[in-house]
């Protein structure tokens, strides 16, 4: 079942680790132009605002904006932008209907019809290029899909924009709720931003100025003069990623997940991070701990680089940044020279919300993963808590807690940053959670809190371990779906399998990769797009291929144990709801067919939270398809988005996977309402060990 995979793609912006260790690269260590902070906007001498922050790790929004509005919208790139959106999401993403209206629950917060804004922001007049940039990413935010998501390097997350103050959602012991800075604010912020502090330090007001950590746990009145739950709710409206508002609205605050590396990571949250710099500064009412009256602190947004790509001036900015770069179109898979290119990385890489995966390992093309403008980065977080045994693999660490009958299984992501990645979590899995139950945990706590996905097989080959041989999880343990299946995509696989346009398997639309919902192999030219599955949503006309498997039973790399690890009924899906892609796939199943129960933490009272979301099916990229189409030669179909002329890309919701309760309807837009919302203080809130003693309490005290 492993394949060679067609990698082509070359792009020097990408940067998904710390950007601490990387900007001291990036720097060249002219430390004078590093604290040069307290200015205003720096135009130099030769009044070029790109040239005054090149080689910069610390600047303000301010002059990270002045560099932005310097581009102009070029004549062509505008429609080039909108074509390859429109084009790209209308041949290859069938959610793009269902989202004009989504079906309940979900109908009142999700109704974007894309093609009248795309015909809008057709018509509107651009001062620059950076408005234009807003506008489309907004819009198509507005799906509120974590797949569909565009991006543009030129402005998306250059610079990451940072306040040393993650808030938390807290509930007193009255019930009622308050935003709070995070009680262990300063200790994060201070190491993370060791370069930096001494700005925020210098801005606080006269009586408080040095006392930055005296900031720690303060109760938030008011943000920006407005009640603080009003900037949650306008932070959700346009961050887009998740369906449910619960989920936007707990992606505001800090919280945390296993890392790359294996550490617990701490996530700063949508307020105290953001991809672009639009706010200079925050002006805050707080109650500090121990204070009765109110303080009214700002505090400015500083923006620290995350990318690797470099610059002097507005036209070195502009080409390599902003114009198409290598990478950033697919490529005729079997033209010559194409595969002895170096193997490098996709534009998309760095918005994946999951460990930089190696090249190499992207073999294993069945992948689900969320993309967010705000690339994963991996901070430390205070708390660590030991590992038990040795068999954690990067992302899954194994954990006892100390009744010495709850086991577990922090998991960060279905995939890994290593060589062997894919066959190393697996086998982690299997042995992470027998070594727990030897050690006498007869329940376990899976906390997936912030993970965005990862391969389909590995999500598959976990249920299967936990649930044991069953109608459920075999011959395979996923969900069934569908691709989509309009004129172009039948005509590629029309091309693969009557002219043989693909005999090496490079492209997604090659039947090699999936199976028959009864997980046996589709015959040799197998036309596995027919019959089409025609339906009308929201008023158009929707092209499905037949319900097909993932094509996974040859990724169970090792013997899977032919009984259960666990009574699944004693398995709790713990996280904020951002578990999202395969993390999604896995946890319904989890939920709705093995009866394991799920609790998300920290939710606003009254509002519907859902332990996951975004469940997708196989999520890919306009660079993917736009491969399938130059291998397949139909470069010029009418339905084949162009080329990419700017350094952009797009995400896409490909295959869709379908219902567990009703299998006629995509998963997508079906409920996953968790069994317990789980109210936290000022000490359990960010802090796994605690949360997870309390889960323990809860469910099996
Ligand atoms: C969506 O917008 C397009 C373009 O403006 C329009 O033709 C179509 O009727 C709209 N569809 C719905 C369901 O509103
Ligand atoms: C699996 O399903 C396919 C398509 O329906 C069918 O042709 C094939 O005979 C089935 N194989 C088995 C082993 O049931």
New binding site residues.
Partial sequence: MLRTKLIILGVGSVLSCAASTLATNINTGDASLVSRQESDVSIDTLGDPCRAIAGKKWVSPKEVRACFNVIAVGPKAKDNILDVVDKTTAAFDHSRPYQ??APPPFTGEIHE????????IRRTHYKTEFDLHIDVSRSVKRLFDGHTVYFNDCYDSVFLNFLPIPLVYITDNRGVQHVHIAKDAFEVASKEFADQIDVWQNALPRNLRGKLSSLNGAKVLKIDGKDPLSAVDENAKIVGGYQALGTRQNGFFASYNVGADGKMAYSLGNFAQKSLPLDDEVILTIQRSGNISPETITLPYRSRIQTRATWTDKASYRQNLCVAQEGTNGVDAYAPGVLSQAETESPIFKFQQQPPVKVAERKHRAMSVAVDTIPKIDIVHPVQPTPVGNDGFTVSQFYLLDDRKTGVLGLGSFSGSSDSAFEGLQKSLLNGLQSLKAMGATRLIIDVTNNGGGWICVGHWLHRILAGPKASTEPHAGLLSRAPAGPLPLAIVKAIVEKNADPDWWTYHNGLGYQFPNATDFPPNYNWLQPVDKRVV???LVQFSPLISDGCPASYMFDAPNKPLFDTKKVAILGNGRCASTCAQFSSLMAKKEGSKTVVFGGRKGVQQHYSGIVGGQSTDFVAMDTDVKTTGLKNHRDAPPDLITNSGQGINWRLDFGIWDIREPEEWQSRPADINLPLTLETANNPVAIWKQVAQLLWK
């Fill in positions: 004009k209206l019809n894309l093609s009248a804004d795309i015909a809008r929201n008023g158009e």
